[in-house]
């Protein structure tokens, strides 16, 4: 299978009966110096930010009311950016210190290597998977009976947490912030291209727009990781870019190349 047939997997260029003009996604915007403005530029499309969440990290003194993370861990889980980040966060501000010689299981290797903003990236004590919470599951026996630390959201908390504890895990949750929906700013159908990047905004998403699989026609739908592609196509939705695949790392790559198939099919007579 190529990285087109891999990555492409629902309408091709030619396929598409309508103009390409406004991509819609579903994040806030990076900064300044947004790659998608870069792209939005390159191919005469208008861009729209419009974030399904908020995220809220527990400040210092919500989490002394409610929480504590423990003196000895040996290992900590770690399945996404806001994890990581919030987790470390409050070690800081709370004056504490990773214990000696921690594991560290990430659900990626792009993730593994985002860690080494906290830490020293050290290969014989990172294990990571192939960006599935169910990839974990080639990693984590060898864990069975440590003493591991799982930090994420304070309103729910993930499935492999749970399945950890089904299986008798030793693993305490430690929440680090919170997620806060917010309700979509754009009209979808007035959109293009879709961008998701988490099951969650899916999920938002469907809660405001139940019809929209059905009603999709030849918008273009993106979905980043496996995660997020698996909950599109459970609802219905037919995933026309999905990433990362070989060669295409991340949707801006990805959207570049089937942008300029699209520009090129358009030229045509």
Do not use: C
Not at 51 to 57: D, I, K, S, W, Y
Not at 114 to 130: A, C, E, S, V
Request: aromatic share 14%.
């Amino acid at each position: 299978m190529t990285t087109s047939e891999q990555a492409f997997r629902g309408l091709a260029p030619h396929q598409i009966q309508r103009t390409l003009t406004r991509l819609v996604v579903f994040r806030e915007k990076s900064g300044r110096d947004d790659p998608y403005q870069h792209l939005a530029n390159r191919f005469n499309l208008e861009v729209i930010f419009s974030p399904l969440t908020t995220v809220r990290g527990l400040t210092t003194r919500e989490f002394r009311k409610r929480y504590s993370i423990p003196e000895f861990y040996e290992g900590l889980i770690l399945i996404g950016k806001q994890p990581i980040d919030h987790f470390f966060r409050l070690l800081e501000e709370l004056n504490l210190e990773l214990p000696e010689g921690i594991h560290y299981i990430v659900l990626s290797e792009s993730l593994a290597y985002y860690l080494q903003k906290y830490i020293p990236l050290k290969k014989r004590r990172t294990f990571w998977g192939d960006g599935t919470q169910e990839s974990l599951w080639q990693i984590l026996p060898r864990f069975q009976g440590w003493h591991l630390l799982f930090p994420g959201p304070e309103d729910r908390t993930p499935k492999l947490f749970q399945q950890l504890q089904e299986k008798n895990f030793q693993v305490t949750y430690i929440p680090v912030y919170r997620v806060e929906e917010r309700t979509p700013a754009i009209d979808p159908y007035q959109a293009d291209i879709l961008v998701f990047f988490t099951s969650n905004d899916v999920d938002i998403f469907h809660q405001h727009f139940p019809k929209f699989p059905e009603e999709q026609a030849d918008r273009i739908i993106v979905g980043f990781g496996p995660g997020t592609q698996n909950r599109l196509q459970q609802l219905g939705y037919r995933i026309d870019i999905a990433v990362p695949a070989p060669g295409l790392p991340s949707v801006i790559s990805a959207l570049e190349k089937f942008l300029k198939a699209y520009a090129q099919q358009q030229q045509k007579p």
